[in-house]
Nanobody, 125 residues
Framework: QVQLVESGGGSVQAGGSLRLSCKAS????????LGWFRQAPGNEREGVAV????????AYADSGKGLFTIYQDNAKNTLYLQMNNLKPEDTAMYYC??????????????????WGQGTQVTVSS
């Protein structure tokens, strides 16, 4: 089984940056997709960025393109999300995810079998 533990959230001013980390345990198959989703109170879950574990192929939501970067450090079994130029609308609980589905519509929450507990990101104006 896979366990995912997020860290790195916090409170920042608009325009600031954060790097979220996700420590994975258990075996992550190279066919898995890994990623970050977020959910603000009253809103639906939305995909932020995903990466194919075996190939480093990535996909980003339009809101994060050019501002967010997803990457992985296999030696540390850790997934990262670098977030730059944060805006108040980025405020949400951010979840690390992993799933065994195919690389189709990778930003769909239903594709992912494993979810971390979340780390809160709050961006103030």
């Amino acid at each position: 089984q896979v366990q995912l533990v997020e860290s790195g959230g916090g409170s920042v001013q608009a325009g600031g940056s954060l790097r979220l980390s996700c420590k994975a345990s258990g075996y992550i198959n190279y066919s898995y997709s890994l990623g970050w989703f977020r959910q603000a109170p009253g809103n639906e879950r939305e995909g932020v960025a995903v990466i194919a574990h075996g190939s480093d192929t990535t996909a980003y939501a339009d809101s994060g393109k050019g501002l967010f970067t997803i990457y992985q450090d296999n030696a540390k079994n850790t997934l990262y999300l670098q977030m730059n130029n944060l805006k108040p609308e980025d405020t949400a609980m951010y979840y690390c995810v992993a799933g065994s589905g195919t690389w189709y519509d990778p930003l769909s929450p239903g594709k992912y079998d494993y979810w971390g507990q979340g780390t809160q990101v709050t961006v103030s104006s």
